[in-house]
């Protein structure tokens, strides 16, 4: 009897071998996209600029995480047959924090930029920062820019909720988590191409033949669950008094109105507003900031002194941009606030 036991053990250890081995180095098309479940993303992949990676590349394996990985996967498979079926099938955020590290793979630069900029806030950097809770009162609608992903509600990861303090973190395991992931502008499955090595026996081609198309990001809206695409976001009106001021039509510009938005009376520079006017009205966003470091040092330098009316070093001049405290915000200077005399005339170059 024991003999068969054995037996009988040695072989489901061995099918189960041989299926998590086929599950493993199969195609995604043979073991993922077999779920009706994942139709809808794999059909998006195919089309993606992310095409050439595997799904285990950004999703991991059945042993990623171990034994969590593997009582993970049973809970789904049990709830799947429990419940009714979830049409929309997302990643919590504990896999959203995960996927940083998977995203640095290939995107190192990016991820530098990223980590270097103010978007590298943690919840702890955001929650906890006394000044601005004195200001301004912790509540649910902070979650839309600064915690996304988060499932639950404000006071489970902050208190107290009033402007007097002092304040702690509720769960302590949240307090290294990013408040701005990658997922929070990028949609992986966003449709694109892959990179491909130009023709060069024709290397008076290679500049016509060249994609340059902007690759879009996404916003991730914490009401719907769901990423949008820059195309669907709407383009805002701002106005300076009763003027409308030129907005710029960048599409990427829409995303960050998203939290750098004015307050309700479309006032630029009110609330979190950063819309350029005066000298710089009608310059995107982008135009000055990296896209993922959102560094400015070099901006500068695109444009002047050789569209300077004055001509002189404007990164010397007394705005914001060389001094945090100068009263001339380098997003709304005009040459009024400092020649209060009279704008002088643009000195012309021979």
């Given at each position: 009897m024991k003999k068969y036991l054995a037996l009988a053990f040695v072989t489901a250890v061995l099918i189960l071998a041989g299926v998590v081995g086929y599950w493993h180095i199969s195609e995604p098309q043979r073991i993922c996209a077999s779920c009706h479940e994942i139709r809808t993303s794999h059909d998006s992949w195919v089309s993606s600029a992310h095409k050439g990676a595997l799904c285990t590349d950004c999703h991991g394996t059945s042993f990623s995480n171990g034994v969590h990985s593997l009582r993970q996967n049973a809970r789904r498979f049990f709830a799947h047959f429990s419940r009714p079926p979830d049409g929309n099938i997302r990643l919590s955020e504990e896999q959203v924090v995960q996927m940083l590290a998977r995203c640095k793979r290939c995107h190192e630069r990016e991820y530098a930029g990223w980590l270097a900029s103010g978007h590298s806030a943690s919840y702890s950097d955001?929650?906890?920062?006394?000044g601005h809770n004195r200001t301004e009162l912790v509540m649910d609608d902070c979650l839309r820019c600064h915690g996304m992903f988060f499932e639950g509600s404000v006071k489970e990861i902050v208190a107290p909720l009033n402007v007097t303090g002092p304040w702690k973190m509720v769960r302590p395991d949240l307090a290294n988590h990013p408040a701005i992931p990658c997922l929070?502008?990028?949609?992986?499955?966003?449709?694109?191409?892959?990179?491909?090595?130009?023709?060069?026996a024709q290397p008076r081609m290679i500049l016509y033949r060249q994609n340059f198309e902007v690759q879009r990001p996404s916003f991730y809206d914490r009401r719907e669950k769901a990423s949008f695409d820059t195309a669907l976001l709407p383009q805002p009106s701002i106005r300076d008094g009763e003027r409308a001021i030129a907005v710029s039509t960048d599409g990427r510009q829409r995303l960050c109105y998203q939290c750098h938005a004015p307050a309700a009376t479309h006032q630029a520079g009110t609330s979190?507003?950063?819309?350029?006017?005066?000298?710089?009205?009608?310059?995107?966003?982008?135009?000055?900031h990296g896209p993922h470091s959102m560094e400015v040092r070099r901006s500068?330098?695109?444009?002047?002194?050789?569209?300077?009316?004055?001509g002189l070093d404007v990164e010397k001049m007394d705005t914001s941009y060389a001094k945090p405290d100068s009263p001339h915000n380098i997003h709304f200077v005009a040459c009024a606030d400092c020649h209060v005399k009279g704008v002088p005339p643009r000195k012309l170059r021979s």
């Open positions: 955001i929650f906890l920062n006394d929070a502008c990028h949609r992986i499955h966003i449709k694109g191409s892959l990179a491909a090595e130009p023709d060069h979190d507003d950063r819309t350029p006017r005066g000298v710089h009205e009608g310059l995107s966003c982008l135009a000055c500068c330098a695109d444009c002047h002194p050789r569209l300077s009316n004055c």
